[in-house]
């Protein structure tokens, strides 16, 4: 007799409940139409593939064929470091990194990820792409140029 009682009990809080669990905390669902958005928004900032930008680097060249290896090292390296503000094809805190090299010339990528402090202080674009997210600085990750090339590389990929 109890067994049928905790049994019925049992159905009447299932068929109450509506089948639906409560959700604890906010959620916030994202539709298509704001995820399409998200992605096909372009940074405003001018395509300048003739500025190097300010650091270490004056010339660079990218090899024909991609390094495999070094883009293994890079896309952990940009795993660690940059995806807390980057994502590879759409705006985050920062630019989305897809295309970076239609955008910027190598050696302004290498001296943005190698001296970010100097380069929105004193770079015309470095300073547009800061005021156009909102002053939020790129954080000087004091990547090696090893570990610098390696991202660079793997950028290509994207």
Not at 75 to 86: N, R, S
Request: proline share 4%.
């Amino acid at each position: 007799m109890k067994k049928t009682i905790l049994v019925l009990f049992t159905g009447v809080l299932t068929a109450c409940g509506g089948g639906e669990e409560k959700k604890k905390g906010f959620e916030y669902n994202r539709t298509k139409t704001e995820e399409s958005k998200t992605i096909s928004k372009k940074e405003s900032t001018p395509i300048d593939l003739s500025n190097k930008g300010i650091g270490p680097i004056k010339s660079m060249r990218f090899d024909e064929t991609i390094n495999l290896e070094l883009v293994t090292e890079g896309a952990t390296a940009f795993k660690q470091k940059c995806t807390a503000c980057h994502k590879t094809n759409a705006k985050l805190i920062g630019p989305a990194m897809q295309g970076i090299y239609e955008r910027r010339s190598p050696e302004w990528v290498m001296n943005i990820l190698l001296n970010p402090t100097e380069m929105l202080k004193k770079d015309p674009i470095a300073s547009a792409l800061l005021k156009e997210y909102n002053n939020i600085q790129m954080l000087n990750q004091n990547l090696s140029e090893a570990e610098a090339r390696a991202i660079a590389e793997y950028l290509r990929t994207l």
